[in-house]
């Protein structure tokens, strides 16, 4: 099976979200943009539809890594709880206009990704 570049990138953002830097957590801070999360619910992935995650109101499954992790969104900031951490990983803020994620990332700073919906 050949796997496209922008899946290969997909993947690879989606494993780099997964190990990104921790921050500590304090989950009554937690701020929900209900518009927002309402936004950012469903499948996201590449311009050629394969999933790289699905987001749910508290919870993220990553395809690639078949994982089902809590998520946390404060405002326009994300973040994921791993299972094996006290702390949480932060993501980056997001904003959804129309099918299309965009995502800033704290870390790299500047760094910009984006995800399609998956139909």
Request: some cysteine; hydrophobic content about 35%.
């Amino acid at each position: 099976m050949i796997v496209s570049t922008r899946f290969k990138n997909l993947i690879l953002f989606s494993s780099v979200f997964l190990i990104e830097s921790c921050i500590n957590s304090n989950s009554s801070n937690r701020s929900i943009d209900s518009n927002l999360a309402k936004e950012l619910n469903g499948t996201w992935g590449s311009p050629e539809g394969h999933p790289g995650f699905r987001i749910q109101d508290d919870s993220i499954y990553h395809y690639p890594l078949k994982a089902m992790l809590p998520c946390y969104l404060k405002k326009d900031t994300f973040s994921v709880k791993f299972p094996d951490r006290d702390t949480i990983t932060l993501w980056g803020t997001v904003n959804v206009v129309g099918d299309t994620l965009f995502i800033t990332k704290f870390d790299p700073p500047n760094y910009f990704i984006k995800a399609y919906r998956v139909k």
